[in-house]
């Protein structure tokens, strides 16, 4: 929340527009949030493509025309017979000593990685990413009109729960028993809107996003009220398999 506000103060007090690095879903909604009390600032954002949950955000006193300084790239390996997953591939370019910050979305399918990222690091990744583990790599850079966007697709679901508490409604979602859902939440396995959460008792609202170490995502898409017998009735939103 400082560094927001210190990006804030610069647009608004010196009139000086600012491109932020990467920034996740809770993070991109604490900015949204400080920069509504700032008169005349401009917010745009742009993960690379529409869905992405990283995004960069331009800060500006004006309207101006918008460059995000975003690149692509596609990590393929080199061979055959090499399984690589999402953290391998991530493992990889932050041991080039990169922070994350500076890269977007990243996923796999069977050519490889896909990733954005910030353009000014787009040479650096592709001249020192030599290998993934211990699979050889190449990498491309791709124009945005080359690259496969992911597409997530959920599956709408309805579930009842005597409470909103995060633990109620985790125990529906999963579906577990109440006391085994307290021991994820307990044990630090639970996200809520990408923010780590160790307190059962949080009240859960429409738009917020769950996930659970081992279990999956979650997104609670819109609260339908309560049946006869007073329980809430929820529609929820599950990856499709």
Avoid: C
Wanted: proline share 4%; no cysteine; net charge neutral.
């Amino acid at each position: 929340m400082e560094k927001v506000e210190g990006w804030l103060t610069l647009v608004h007090e010196r009139g000086r527009r600012r491109l932020t690095d990467f920034l996740d879903p809770r993070q991109g909604e604490i900015l949204r949030q400080l920069a509504a009390h700032y008169d005349g600032i401009q917010i745009l954002e742009d993960g690379g493509y529409e869905g992405a949950e990283r995004r960069r955000f331009l800060l500006s006193p004006e309207e101006e025309e918008t460059d995000f300084q975003l690149a692509y790239l596609l990590i393929r390996p080199k061979g055959r017979f090499h399984s690589l997953a999402h953290r391998d591939y991530l493992g990889a370019l932050l041991s080039l000593g990169l922070i994350r910050d500076k890269f977007g979305d990243l996923w796999t399918d069977e050519d490889g990685a896909y990733l954005v990222l910030a353009a000014e690091i787009a040479d650096l990744v592709r001249l020192q990413l030599t290998s993934v583990g211990k699979a050889p790599v190449e990498v491309e850079l791709k124009e945005r009109e080359e690259i496969p966007f992911p597409v997530e697709e959920w599956t709408e679901k309805r579930i009842t729960t005597a409470s909103l508490r995060l633990d109620a409604v985790l125990a529906e979602l999963l579906p577990l028993s109440r006391a085994k859902t307290v021991e994820l939440i307990r044990a630090g396995r639970v996200k809520r809107n990408f923010r780590q959460t160790e307190k059962p008792d949080e009240e859960i609202k429409p738009g917020d996003s769950l996930s659970v170490r081992g279990y999956g995502r979650f997104r609670i898409l819109e609260e339908m009220g309560t049946t006869k017998k007073g329980k809430y009735s929820l529609k929820v939103g599950l990856p499709s398999r």
